[in-house]
T-cell receptor, first 112, second 117 residues
Framework: QKEVEQNSGPLSVPEGAIASLNCTYS??????FFWYRQYSGKSPELIMSIYSNGDKEDGRFTAQLNKASQYVSLLIRDSQPSDSATYLCAVKHGTSYGKLTFGQGTILTVHP | GAVVSQHPSWVICKSGTSVKIECRSLDFQATTMFWYRQFPKQSLMLMAT?????????EQGVEKDKFLINHASLTLSTLTVTSAHPEDSSFYIC?????????????FGQGTRLTVV
């Protein structure tokens, strides 16, 4: 079992729709969870971080964390073509200093 | 914010030669630097962790004699791919953790696209 798994893609949504990205993790001592966006040929850029159960909203983005289910998700509302990218879920273990384990990524395409 | 500058952004080299990739922390001191590798359509895989003034820690399956890491100062970490072969062609990314409140945030370099011909 992979440590961090993301829902298989690619995911295609029309402009203006809600894109839903999912991620599960296997290590229960994980404490910090991140969503990164990566454009082709570029390094990842942080979109959201979440540490507590529940929802966290930032603009069009909402991250959801359920530690009991070991599940974290990212919702993108009013999706735009510029949101088309690979989205990476990353998990930091409680004892590590900044070391992240990444999921395999989900390719999102927002078509006009 | 914390800036990590990675150079070169791309490099093409002949098989058998060595390539050095540099990551500099511009406005903070990076005692730790993570080095990742990303093959096409795959995720980032941690290769090694470098710590200033000490030997790097390599992940299982990563050849330490092939991927030489040096972290001689608090602002510079380097990765040298020795005797490069076409299968080493990949996207290499460095990342430095920065303490933010109660947690640490990872700041990434721009990445280096290595092509070995």
């Amino acid at each position: 079992q992979k440590e961090v798994e993301q829902n298989s893609g690619p995911l295609s949504v029309p402009e203006g729709a809600i894109a839903s990205l999912n991620c599960t993790y296997s290590d229960r001592v994980s404490q910090s969870f991140f969503w990164y966006r990566q454009y082709s040929g570029k390094s990842p850029e942080l979109i959201m971080s979440i540490y507590s159960n529940g929802d966290k909203e930032d603009g069009r983005f909402t991250a959801q964390l359920n530690k009991a289910s070991q599940y974290v998700s990212l919702l993108i509302r009013d999706s735009q073509p510029s949101d088309s990218a690979t989205y990476l879920c990353a998990v930091k273990h409680g004892t590590s200093y900044g070391k992240l384990t990444f999921g395999q990524g989900t390719i999102l395409t927002v078509h006009p | 914010g914390a800036v990590v500058s990675q150079h070169p952004s791309w490099v093409i080299c002949k098989s058998g030669t060595s390539v050095k990739i540099e990551c500099r922390s511009l406005d903070f001191q990076a005692t730790t630097m993570f080095w990742y590798r990303q093959f096409p359509k795959q995720s980032l895989m941690l290769m090694a962790t470098s710590n200033e003034g000490s030997k790097a820690t390599y992940e299982q399956g990563v050849e330490k004699d092939k991927f030489l890491i040096n972290h001689a100062s608090l602002t510079l970490s380097t990765l040298t791919v020795t005797s490069a072969h076409p299968e080493d062609s990949s996207f290499y990314i460095c990342s430095a953790p920065v303490v933010r409140g109660l947690d640490t945030e990872a700041f990434f370099g721009q990445g280096t696209r290595l092509t070995v011909v």
